[in-house]
């Protein structure tokens, strides 16, 4: 788009920004599904007579046009709050079960205004209690999830798509006078593609300062997803948050999709030498940790529980969710509308990666020279034999082009698209082939600013957490310590803008991000990190178990375990065993020799392998093994 430069100062001229990082106009994206009728909002307006985009219809089913902007007319809609839940308000037939809420001191209904309408291709929505009692501060409210482009996603607020923490938290955040903000392109159950998220928020604040006035602060909110956008706009786009509340943080996405990727692999391994010896430690799930470092239980693992639809959903070109299908009949397109449709992140983000003659993006994931394991040989839970046996079979994925669907029944680990040896298992047999990273596809996610650094934060963080290790929930506790790492590594004055706050249960998030907000507040009026914006956990309800500097010591240093490290243990992952760092950055480790690694202390000393062992070590790793205390050798 030629005028992009010109957009993106103008822009930030509306709304402050003293600059707008990497947000610039993005390519249309097609096929591209409008939801519009599902969110009870009609079809979208028609914006050309080309086929291009989704089609609309008359009454008669006869087709008007096609809508590749998805746009509708902006409307308000106004709802009343219950007690539990938020319904369609009419003033001509007040209902008998509104609540009220206290507006300068008088009581009055609960009815919330709630502008509709579409900014880049997406559907926002502004709520404010009604009448008007905003305190000038504003609430940009982000949501998560794994998608993959190709549709509109559809906005909160309408035909009661507030979710159970929402319903919580939104008449918590609209009695205090907060308005509130969102977009379904802020989503990342849409799309995860930041550049196009952060272009979304973008226009959207702007659309907010245009018409109710400039906020006093800007304070985002968001689970997952919404917590990966916050550090992700913190760091491309200072100034378009003043502060955070990043709840079940990941530090980004796309670095999440190294470790996640050998879990398929890891435990298709498991799966056969349970298979073929019933009395193998890998029948029992619990062991799994040992080399998967996530926690597990007598029937299942984080690997499985938590990450199990995540991979074939970003990596397997043609595993396409059921629902576009479904979607695409619906709303009249042709049957072959995703036909060349290649259902991975990279492929959402092609205007970023590129791609080939064939349409595929290249892909970052890497295992070459990973030790899977390594950990646990060092501390004598697993032997020799068996560590190399798991390095010679675990294998790779194969490329783009031979993928083929998968079949989650049958085969739960999409085994069908790993690269296999049968004679792996033999040590004069052949090893199972590693996959190689595309080394620009690496760079790109780099100079994008899909990668979290840590170099610059520059506004203050909750990063608010629920324990949910013990479900095996892939919201794993180590994530938030891995965002720290990255500051302490990249810009340790940056670290000193996050706190991290774990409670024992989800239910009492709602009270901590009520807890959180003046405590941000306060630390944006001062100027200075107030005395609470500092390390705190807690246990059931309103315990406090311990606040301070030192409650999460023996986490990313060396000293004694913290009282909130005591508390909530953090596990690990298949990198981390393998050697690499909690940061969880390293895309393609550097490499050294096998014989350099033996004599430089990589296996300890109670480690002693065969001569015949030693010769498969160097049959596994041709190349080399990982060497983690060089950096990543994908990164610009």
């Not at 595309?438 to 100079?447: G, P, S």
């Amino acid at each position: 788009m030629a005028d992009s430069r010109l957009w993106a100062a103008g822009t930030a001229a509306l709304i402050g920004l003293a600059a707008c990082g990497q947000a610039w106009a993005q390519p249309l994206q097609q096929p591209f599904i409008c939801r519009t009728e599902e969110a009870g909002l009609g079809q979208p307006l028609v914006d050309n007579q080309q086929g291009i985009g989704h089609p609309v219809f008359d009454a008669d089913r006869k087709l008007l046009g096609h809508s590749q902007h998805c746009n509708i007319h902006t409307r308000v809609l106004r709802f009343y709050y219950n007690g539990s839940r938020f319904k369609t308000y009419d003033a001509a037939d007040p209902p008998s079960d509104m609540r009220t809420v206290a507006v300068n001191g008088a009581k009055v209904p609960f009815v919330v205004r709630v502008e509709v309408g579409s900014i880049n291709r997406f559907l926002y929505t502004i709520a404010m209690l009604e009448p008007a009692a905003w305190n000038r501060k504003l609430v940009y409210w982000m949501r998560g999830g794994v998608g993959i482009g190709h549709q509109q996603g559809i906005p909160m607020w309408v035909n009661e798509r507030l979710n159970s923490s929402e319903r919580l938290l939104m008449p918590k955040l609209l009695e205090q006078g907060y308005a509130v903000a969102s977009s379904s392109g802020n989503e990342t159950g849409v799309h995860y593609n930041m550049l196009l998220a952060a272009q979304t928020a973008l226009l959207t604040k702007a659309r907010f300062v245009e018409a109710y006035g400039k906020p006093q602060a800007t304070i985002g909110i968001g689970g997952s997803g919404g917590a990966v956008q916050q550090y992700m706009f913190a760091q491309n786009q200072p100034g378009l948050l003043d502060a955070g509340i990043a709840i079940q943080s990941y530090p980004d996405m796309v670095t999440q999709t190294i470790p996640i990727s050998d879990c398929p692999l890891l435990g298709q391994y498991f799966k056969e030498e349970a298979e073929r010896n019933p009395a193998s430690l890998w029948a029992k799930w619990r062991n799994h940790t040992l080399i998967q470092g996530m926690n597990a239980s007598d029937s299942s693992t984080e690997c499985i529980a938590g990450w199990r639809m995540a991979m074939p959903t970003v990596l397997n070109p043609v595993y396409k969710d059921p629902k576009f299908d479904a979607g695409a009949r619906q709303y009249g397109y042709p049957s072959s509308v995703f036909a060349h449709v290649k259902w991975t992140h990279w492929n959402d983000l092609a205007e970023v990666y590129g791609a080939d003659a064939a349409g595929y993006a290249p892909i970052p994931i890497d295992n070459v020279g990973v030790q899977y394991g390594l950990a646990a040989l060092a501390q004598g839970r697993i032997g020799a034999e068996e560590f190399l046996r798991i390095n010679a079979c675990v294998g790779g994925w194969k490329e783009q082009a031979e993928f083929v669907n998968w079949d989650k029944d049958a085969d739960p680990f999409d085994s069908r698209n790993m690269k296999r040896s049968a004679t792996c298992r033999d040590p004069a047999g052949t090893p199972s082939p590693r996959r190689a990273g595309d080394l620009a596809a690496m760079q790109k996610a780099y100079a994008s600013g899909h990668v979290f650094t840590g170099q610059r934060l520059g506004m203050p963080v909750i990063d608010l957490r629920p324990y949910l290790e013990p479900k095996l929930d892939m919201h794993n506790a180590r994530q938030s310590f891995s965002v720290r790492q990255r500051l302490l590594d990249a810009n340790p004055a940056e670290a000193k803008q996050q706190v991290i706050w774990f409670t024992r249960l989800d239910e009492d998030l709602s009270a901590r991000v009520m807890e959180a907000l003046p405590v941000l507040e306060r630390h944006l009026a001062g100027g200075a990190a107030a005395a609470d914006f500092t390390d705190k956990c807690f246990d059931n309800g309103n315990t406090l178990i311990a606040s301070g500097p030192s409650v999460w010591d023996g986490v990313l240093d060396r000293n004694p375990a913290g009282a909130c490290t005591r508390a909530f243990p953090v596990y690990s992952s298949p990198r981390m065993v393998a050697g690499g760092s909690i940061k969880g950055d390293v895309f393609k480790c550097a490499l050294k020799p096998v014989d350099a690694a033996l004599a430089d202390g990589t296996y300890p000393p109670a480690v002693q392998f065969s001569a015949a062992q030693t010769a498969w070590l160097r049959r596994i790793f041709p190349q080399g093994v990982c060497d983690y205390a060089q950096k990543d050798a994908g990164r610009p």
